[in-house]
């Protein structure tokens, strides 16, 4: 690859440690800490086949040799990777016997955000007892996807079913050396999704929008495939805005995603892990490495909103591989109270006429730090490539900040980039508007913030939207007194 | 309806206006007139109730009611409403789901259900119709981009939408090509009635040959230094308003 | 490198010199792993054995160098022959206003209290380079402009380098402090005469007082095997307005580091330049805006044309404090590649810490507008003298702010001379 991770190296503090890891013990638990019989064990455990085995023991002897990224503008006590358990058997009990039994507040998110009573109880870790409408339109659902010949599976399955693709495909995007967090979910990923879409199929439903409860809880180094054959397109959606309250501090996924030729991905995330409290205590640690390649006229397009987490540190990129190939970011990152978030994408264009666009938007409250960081990098023989990125920031209150970080790197005459920052507030004037109007200052924010983001919301699958839409507003609550 | 007793006000350190009275009742018009800076603009914003503004001293009453306390979308709920003289921008937010908030705010506020999606749709069309107002319009962004006779027909539009008791048009006429102007003085009397009221803040006498009013009343220097019906404003028209500031103030 | 034994060890700045040592002979040459240096590799410059301190001086004749001053206007001149100051070819003056030389300035005790007060204050004391500079510089220009002063002509600041001896080093230092209302002009150069490797390591400070007015004008024209890097560091004070225009039209490789602290309210701080490159030259902008204080503006605008097989960058970083509200902060940087081979790397880069402020940047990449060659070409113009005729154009609204009409022709016509076009009319 013509770049590498420590070439954004950036300087960093570090701030006390104010987190405690707590893992309730359940008895198919393996003890703390990482060495090469854990990995071993681990794919053991999983019944994964030999080459698997030996696939993530080299990544292991990789992430050894690798030390800790310091680049990003984000302060944190780096985690002790020694105090983490690295398997632990999907729980199958049920937390609470009902509902009554889950935080209030918890619950109030849920209402609010318009999710139903039998997602709300799955979702909190409620034992269900009816069999939830969903089980049987889970499996038309399966039943469709199989007709097309579309495999849509956990990664563990696909290891054991489909070994053929995912032995070709696996790292192949993210190199098991790719950087620090790459290299530990190489080792020792969870689980995760597979998704394959045969040549020229089109994806007849949005992926995973239902499949979003039973994909709670792959653990917390998660590893998703996507492999679009020539000429298919999907849309897969990812996460959740039901608020996350994981109690493993880090997570550390990676998604490939692969568009063959004339092929289109569209990948949309919604990521609302715990954030911490008001005090900045607690709160997950979100080290994500999401990348797509695109070969000959594919397309690949990211879509995120980004609310939760206490660190995130995210750049979906795209490699644009193959002439006419099509890369776009379109982000939504808030930060509230002390959550920072170092967040943006590459593009890096290879192949002659790619195209790439890149719209972001971040917007930062309380005491938080929200950086945008990105690259657009256009290599000698990438003939008429075109980029066109946009990064706008919004304060509110002045004990926050925002940053952007934008390298760009043409080697190419014909390259066309534009790259356009703005940086705001919302005015007092737009305010008293509003309230002039009978909205009341609060639910004005909601509205101007939606406004300023509705470029990305836009991109959402619609009833994504929705949901992204009511988390910006409770998201940003209580920021502006 | 509104009723303003003795009324000072203070921006920062300096005050602005410096005791005004004016009583209005249902089903009247009243224009409000004086030169540059005299205070104009401030009563309005004072009656909506923007923060940036102290009242020292007086009150002004609603229906009864005392508003110093009352927020300003409270006031908004309670049927106030302030046609800006500089019109703010909302980027990404566009006039119909600014409307729609707007509406199901105040109707939230009265203990009542959202409109339901067919009956706004049916009120945006009749009064966009009302007021010449292209469809296309009102999917753009709230004032991002309109010309300054589009974002002064947008407030009568919003005026329109929102059925206020008290209307306050703060240079609603200012940058109005006569076209434009005719089409905002033909909306604004079709709202009149005999249950609603009009505050017309205006620099000229020209918006007054299509919206008649009752009253007249020339500020200066944070007072109301005369009242008397249309004719006032023919008067001021002729002999500008130097004549008035030449009067002792009292 | 034992330079050591050249410094003099009385001198009145002994300490800084030496804190300036311990701290370079820590960080060493700053190399491509940091940050600030990602694009910008000194390797090439390290390899050579550079002498520091030159063993003899030279002379040199008017004639020989009349074409690097700006000749057409009567202007004070500080000229220095490889760093060493050249008082046949200069004119400085006491008259009301110092304009003179950092050696004096340094050593007579008539300058002591200025001296203690602004040498070394705004430059940085952790950048190596810079400290490399404060160590060893021994010469310079020093110019004092006192309160409601304004010089009665600009003042040129000239460096040559004959390099009679093998290769040389030199390390300027510029003290520029202009008081309360005063007013000053200044253009600078630094011109190898010789085809030895030059590396000059210069350092500037510029005091900018209360409704201080200063225009500063780099032109960086030097040889293939010449090589510059140049640190300006700006303090301002309440309502003073600091222009720099930088025109980098050649040399081996220029690093340009220009640094605005802004210390008070009402600040005007613009940035401004024009580079056109070819061979295998390389031009890095590192520019700093450092909003410390609300209400103040900033503008910075960058045009960069690059050929052949140079290398550009810039990076531009503008920091807004948390107390610094109503800053208005913009920056722009437009590019253009006319050949295959070349490079441009751009990072302009925000940080915010303040609500209530209009940030913005733009930057692009492309290439002249072929709507716009067309019309010319079909008025009869031939595409090589469009060519030139459209990049003049891109580059022209940074030469608009020049307030020096003889030296605003001075530098189109360098502009055309590096496009290689006669644009028929005289610009």
Same mark, same amino acid.
């Given at each position: 690859?013509?770049?590498?991770?420590?070439?954004?190296?950036?300087?960093?503090?570090?701030?006390?440690?104010?987190?405690?890891?707590?893992?309730?013990?359940?008895?198919? !638990? #393996?003890? @703390?800490? /990482?060495? =090469?019989?854990?990995? *071993?064990?681990? &794919?053991?455990?999983?019944?994964?086949? %030999?080459?698997?085995?030996?696939?993530?023991?080299?990544?292991?002897?990789?992430?050894?040799?690798?030390?800790?990224?310091?680049?990003?503008?984000?302060?944190?006590?780096?985690?002790?990777?020694?105090?983490?358990?690295?398997?632990?058997?999907?729980?199958?009990?049920?937390?609470?016997?009902?509902?009554?039994?889950?935080?209030?507040?918890?619950?109030?998110?849920?209402?609010?955000?318009?999710?139903?009573?039998?997602?709300?109880?799955?979702?909190?870790?409620?034992?269900?007892?009816?069999?939830?409408?969903?089980?049987?339109?889970?499996? !038309? #659902?399966? @039943?469709? /996807?199989? =007709?097309?010949?579309? *495999?849509?599976? &956990?990664?563990?399955?696909?290891?054991? %079913?489909?070994?053929?693709?995912?032995?070709?495909?696996?790292?192949?995007?993210?190199?098991?050396?790719?950087?620090?967090?790459?290299?530990?979910?190489?080792?020792?990923?969870?689980?995760?999704?597979?998704?394959?879409?045969?040549?020229?199929?089109?994806?007849?439903?949005?992926?995973?929008?239902?499949?979003?409860?039973?994909?709670?809880?792959?653990?917390?180094?998660?590893?998703?495939?996507?492999?679009?054959?020539?000429?298919?397109?999907?849309?897969?959606?990812?996460?959740?805005?039901?608020?996350?309250?994981?109690?493993?501090?880090?997570?550390?996924?990676?998604?490939?995603?692969?568009?063959?030729?004339?092929?289109?991905?569209?990948?949309?995330?919604?990521?609302?892990?715990?954030?911490?409290?008001?005090?900045?205590?607690?709160?997950?640690?979100?080290?994500?490495?999401?990348?797509?390649?695109?070969?000959?006229?594919?397309?690949?397009?990211?879509?995120?909103?980004?609310?939760?987490?206490?660190?995130?540190?995210?750049?979906?990129?795209?490699?644009?591989?193959?002439?006419?190939?099509?890369?776009?970011?379109?982000?939504?990152?808030?930060?509230?109270?002390?959550?920072?978030?170092?967040?943006?994408?590459?593009?890096?264009?290879?192949?002659?006429?790619?195209?790439?666009?890149?719209?972001?938007?971040?917007?930062?409250?309380?005491?938080?730090?929200?950086?945008?960081?990105?690259?657009?990098?256009?290599?000698?023989?990438?003939?008429?490539?075109?980029?066109?990125?946009?990064?706008?920031?919004?304060?509110?209150?002045?004990?926050?900040?925002?940053?952007?970080?934008?390298?760009?790197?043409?080697?190419?005459?014909?390259?066309?980039?534009?790259?356009?920052?703005?940086?705001?507030?919302?005015?007092?004037?737009?305010?008293?508007?509003?309230?002039?109007?009978?909205?009341?200052?609060?639910?004005?924010?909601?509205?101007?913030?939606?406004?300023?983001?509705?470029?990305?919301?836009?991109?959402?699958?619609?009833?994504?939207?929705?949901?992204?839409?009511?988390?910006?507003?409770?998201?940003?609550?209580?920021?502006?007194? | 309806?509104?009723?303003?007793?003795?009324?000072?006000?203070?921006?920062?350190?300096?005050?602005?206006?410096?005791?005004?009275?004016?009583?209005?009742?249902?089903?009247?018009?009243?224009?409000?007139?004086?030169?540059?800076?005299?205070?104009?603009?401030?009563?309005?914003?004072?009656?909506?109730?923007?923060?940036?503004?102290?009242?020292?001293?007086?009150?002004?009453?609603?229906?009864?009611?005392?508003?110093?306390?009352?927020?300003?979308?409270?006031?908004?709920?309670?049927?106030?409403?302030?046609?800006?003289?500089?019109?703010?921008?909302?980027?990404?937010?566009?006039?119909?789901?600014?409307?729609?908030?707007?509406?199901?705010?105040?109707?939230?506020?009265?203990?009542?259900?959202?409109?339901?999606?067919?009956?706004?749709?049916?009120?945006?069309?009749?009064?966009?119709?009302?007021?010449?107002?292209?469809?296309?319009?009102?999917?753009?962004?709230?004032?991002?981009?309109?010309?300054?006779?589009?974002?002064?027909?947008?407030?009568?539009?919003?005026?329109?939408?929102?059925?206020?008791?008290?209307?306050?048009?703060?240079?609603?006429?200012?940058?109005?090509?006569?076209?434009?102007?005719?089409?905002?003085?033909?909306?604004?009397?079709?709202?009149?009635?005999?249950?609603?009221?009009?505050?017309?803040?205006?620099?000229?006498?020209?918006?007054?040959?299509?919206?008649?009013?009752?009253?007249?009343?020339?500020?200066?220097?944070?007072?109301?230094?005369?009242?008397?019906?249309?004719?006032?404003?023919?008067?001021?028209?002729?002999?500008?308003?130097?004549?008035?500031?030449?009067?002792?103030?009292? | 490198?034992?330079?050591?034994?050249?410094?003099?060890?009385?001198?009145?700045?002994?300490?800084?010199?030496?804190?300036?040592?311990?701290?370079?002979?820590?960080?060493?040459?700053?190399?491509?792993?940091?940050?600030?240096?990602?694009?910008?590799?000194?390797?090439?410059?390290?390899?050579?054995?550079?002498?520091?301190?030159?063993?003899?001086?030279?002379?040199?004749?008017?004639?020989?160098?009349?074409?690097?001053?700006?000749?057409?206007?009567?202007?004070?001149?500080?000229?220095?022959?490889?760093?060493?100051?050249?008082?046949?070819?200069?004119?400085?003056?006491?008259?009301?206003?110092?304009?003179?030389?950092?050696?004096?300035?340094?050593?007579?005790?008539?300058?002591?209290?200025?001296?203690?007060?602004?040498?070394?204050?705004?430059?940085?004391?952790?950048?190596?380079?810079?400290?490399?500079?404060?160590?060893?510089?021994?010469?310079?220009?020093?110019?004092?402009?006192?309160?409601?002063?304004?010089?009665?002509?600009?003042?040129?600041?000239?460096?040559?380098?004959?390099?009679?001896?093998?290769?040389?080093?030199?390390?300027?230092?510029?003290?520029?402090?202009?008081?309360?209302?005063?007013?000053?002009?200044?253009?600078?150069?630094?011109?190898?005469?010789?085809?030895?490797?030059?590396?000059?390591?210069?350092?500037?400070?510029?005091?900018?007082?209360?409704?201080?007015?200063?225009?500063?004008?780099?032109?960086?024209?030097?040889?293939?095997?010449?090589?510059?890097?140049?640190?300006?560091?700006?303090?301002?004070?309440?309502?003073?307005?600091?222009?720099?225009?930088?025109?980098?039209?050649?040399?081996?490789?220029?690093?340009?580091?220009?640094?605005?602290?802004?210390?008070?309210?009402?600040?005007?701080?613009?940035?401004?330049?024009?580079?056109?490159?070819?061979?295998?030259?390389?031009?890095?902008?590192?520019?700093?805006?450092?909003?410390?204080?609300?209400?103040?503006?900033?503008?910075?605008?960058?045009?960069?044309?690059?050929?052949?097989?140079?290398?550009?960058?810039?990076?531009?970083?503008?920091?807004?404090?948390?107390?610094?509200?109503?800053?208005?902060?913009?920056?722009?940087?437009?590019?253009?590649?006319?050949?295959?081979?070349?490079?441009?790397?751009?990072?302009?880069?925000?940080?915010?810490?303040?609500?209530?402020?209009?940030?913005?940047?733009?930057?692009?990449?492309?290439?002249?507008?072929?709507?716009?060659?067309?019309?010319?070409?079909?008025?009869?113009?031939?595409?090589?003298?469009?060519?030139?005729?459209?990049?003049?154009?891109?580059?022209?609204?940074?030469?608009?702010?020049?307030?020096?009409?003889?030296?605003?022709?001075?530098?189109?016509?360098?502009?055309?001379?590096?496009?290689?076009?006669?644009?028929?009319?005289?610009?």
């Amino acid at each position: 690859m013509a770049y590498t991770e420590e070439e954004l190296k950036k300087e960093l503090e570090t701030k006390e440690y104010e987190y405690g890891f707590y893992t309730d013990i359940e008895s198919d !638990t #393996f003890p @703390k800490g /990482l060495n =090469e019989e854990v990995v *071993i064990a681990l &794919s053991k455990k999983k019944e994964e086949p %030999e080459w698997m085995t030996l696939w993530r023991l080299e990544a292991f002897k990789i992430w050894k040799e690798m030390t800790e990224p310091e680049w990003a503008n984000i302060h944190y006590q780096k985690p002790d990777f020694q105090d983490i358990s690295y398997y632990s058997a999907p729980n199958k009990k049920p937390k609470y016997e009902s509902l009554d039994e889950v935080d209030p507040e918890l619950l109030d998110t849920f209402k609010r955000l318009g999710i139903s009573l039998d997602e709300q109880k799955k979702l909190a870790g409620v034992a269900v007892d009816i069999v939830m409408d969903s089980v049987s339109v889970a499996t !038309t #659902f399966k @039943k469709t /996807l199989a =007709e097309k010949g579309i *495999i849509f599976c &956990s990664i563990s399955e696909a290891i054991k %079913e489909h070994p053929e693709l995912v032995k070709k495909y696996i790292g192949s995007v993210v190199p098991k050396k790719d950087n620090f967090y790459a290299a530990l979910n190489s080792a020792v990923f969870s689980d995760g999704s597979f998704c394959y879409i045969p040549k020229g199929v089109r994806c007849p439903m949005e992926l995973s929008t239902y499949f979003r409860i039973n994909q709670a809880g792959t653990g917390q180094f998660e590893r998703t495939l996507v492999i679009a054959d020539k000429g298919s397109y999907v849309s897969y959606l990812e996460g959740c805005t039901a608020p996350s309250r994981d109690e493993n501090q880090l997570h550390a996924a990676v998604v490939e995603l692969i568009a063959l030729d004339d092929a289109e991905i569209k990948y949309s995330t919604v990521q609302n892990w715990f954030p911490g409290n008001k005090e900045g205590k607690g709160g997950v640690y979100n080290f994500v490495t999401k990348r797509g390649l695109c070969e000959r006229n594919a397309k690949i397009s990211w879509t995120q909103v980004e609310t939760g987490s206490a660190i995130t540190w995210k750049y979906p990129s795209c490699i644009l591989k193959g002439d006419n190939s099509i890369g776009e970011f379109y982000s939504i990152a808030v930060t509230n109270n002390f959550q920072q978030a170092d967040t943006g994408t590459k593009m890096v264009h290879l192949g002659k006429n790619t195209k790439s666009t890149i719209i972001s938007k971040g917007i930062s409250a309380g005491k938080s730090q929200n950086s945008y960081r990105g690259l657009v990098q256009v290599n000698s023989r990438a003939d008429n490539a075109r980029n066109f990125s946009q990064c706008d920031s919004l304060l509110m209150g002045n004990e926050c900040g925002a940053h952007t970080f934008p390298y760009i790197e043409a080697k190419n005459k014909s390259a066309q980039i534009e790259h356009e920052a703005t940086t705001s507030k919302i005015g007092e004037d737009q305010i008293f508007y509003c309230n002039q109007r009978g909205i009341d200052t609060e639910k004005a924010i909601a509205l101007i913030v939606n406004g300023f983001s509705k470029e990305v919301l836009n991109k959402l699958p619609m009833e994504f939207a929705v949901e992204a839409q009511k988390l910006l507003e409770i998201s940003l609550e209580g920021s502006v007194g | 309806m509104l009723k303003i007793k003795d009324l000072h006000a203070r921006v920062e350190d300096k005050e602005i206006l410096k005791g005004i009275n004016l009583e209005v009742k249902p089903g009247e018009v009243h224009a409000i007139m004086g030169p540059n800076g005299s205070g104009k603009s401030t009563l309005a914003s004072v009656i909506a109730g923007k923060e940036d503004f102290e009242i020292t001293k007086g009150t002004i009453l609603f229906e009864g009611e005392e508003l110093d306390e009352v927020a300003p979308e409270e006031r908004a709920h309670k049927g106030i409403f302030l046609s800006f003289q500089y019109p703010v921008e909302i980027p990404g937010v566009s006039v119909t789901n600014f409307m729609k908030t707007a509406i199901n705010e105040s109707r939230k506020a009265h203990g009542k259900e959202d409109m339901p999606a067919s009956k706004m749709l049916k009120l945006i069309r009749e009064k966009s119709e009302l007021l010449d107002i292209d469809r296309k319009f009102l999917s753009r962004s709230l004032n991002e981009g309109f010309s300054g006779g589009e974002k002064k027909r947008n407030e009568i539009f919003q005026m329109a939408m929102l059925e206020p008791k008290l209307a306050i048009l703060d240079e609603t006429d200012s940058g109005l090509d006569i076209d434009a102007l005719r089409i905002v003085a033909n909306g604004v009397n079709k709202l009149k009635s005999k249950d609603n009221a009009v505050i017309l803040i205006t620099h000229y006498q020209r918006l007054l040959e299509y919206i008649i009013p009752d009253f007249v009343h020339v500020i200066h220097d944070g007072k109301i230094v005369k009242s008397g019906t249309k004719e006032l404003a023919l008067e001021l028209e002729e002999k500008g308003y130097d004549w008035l500031k030449k009067e002792p103030v009292v | 490198m034992a330079f050591e034994n050249n410094v003099d060890m009385d001198h009145p700045i002994h300490d800084i010199r030496s804190e300036a040592i311990k701290n370079f002979e820590t960080k060493g040459f700053p190399s491509k792993k940091e940050e600030a240096w990602k694009y910008t590799s000194l390797n090439s410059l390290q390899k050579i054995d550079f002498s520091i301190f030159p063993k003899e001086e030279n002379a040199l004749e008017y004639h020989q160098v009349k074409k690097y001053f700006l000749h057409e206007i009567d202007t004070y001149k500080i000229v220095f022959i490889d760093g060493i100051y050249s008082s046949y070819l200069s004119e400085t003056t006491h008259d009301g206003v110092d304009i003179c030389l950092m050696s004096s300035a340094l050593t007579k005790p008539m300058y002591q209290q200025v001296i203690d007060v602004y040498f070394n204050k705004v430059a940085s004391k952790e950048e190596s380079l810079t400290t490399l500079n404060t160590a060893f510089s021994r010469e310079g220009a020093y110019i004092y402009i006192p309160k409601n002063k304004a010089p009665k002509k600009p003042v040129e600041i000239l460096h040559f380098a004959t390099g009679n001896e093998a290769t040389l080093m030199l390390q300027p230092r510029n003290l520029i402090i202009v008081e309360e209302n005063a007013e000053l002009q200044v253009i600078e150069r630094h011109q190898s005469l010789t085809s030895n490797e030059v590396l000059t390591n210069c350092v500037t400070e510029i005091f900018a007082a209360k409704n201080a007015i200063v225009d500063y004008y780099k032109v960086q024209n030097d040889t293939k095997k010449a090589s510059l890097i140049d640190n300006t560091y700006i303090a301002q004070k309440d309502k003073s307005v600091v222009k720099v225009h930088t025109f980098s039209f050649g040399g081996k490789l220029t690093r340009n580091n220009l640094n605005f602290y802004q210390n008070g309210e009402h600040i005007d701080s613009t940035l401004k330049g024009v580079t056109i490159l070819g061979e295998k030259q390389h031009v890095d902008h590192h520019t700093l805006v450092h909003h410390q204080q609300p209400n103040c503006e900033s503008h910075q605008d960058y045009k960069g044309i690059y050929g052949e097989r140079s290398t550009g960058v810039f990076n531009g970083k503008i920091i807004v404090d948390k107390i610094a509200q109503k800053t208005n902060a913009f920056q722009q940087n437009n590019n253009v590649l006319i050949s295959d081979q070349a490079t441009i790397n751009t990072k302009p880069q925000l940080e915010i810490f303040a609500d209530d402020v209009k940030c913005s940047h733009g930057c692009t990449i492309g290439q002249l507008d072929e709507d716009a060659m067309f019309y010319l070409q079909s008025r009869g113009i031939p595409r090589k003298e469009a060519t030139g005729l459209l990049m003049y154009a891109f580059a022209n609204n940074v030469l608009e702010s020049v307030r020096l009409p003889e030296l605003k022709q001075r530098i189109n016509k360098l502009i055309a001379t590096k496009l290689g076009v006669r644009l028929g009319f005289d610009l």
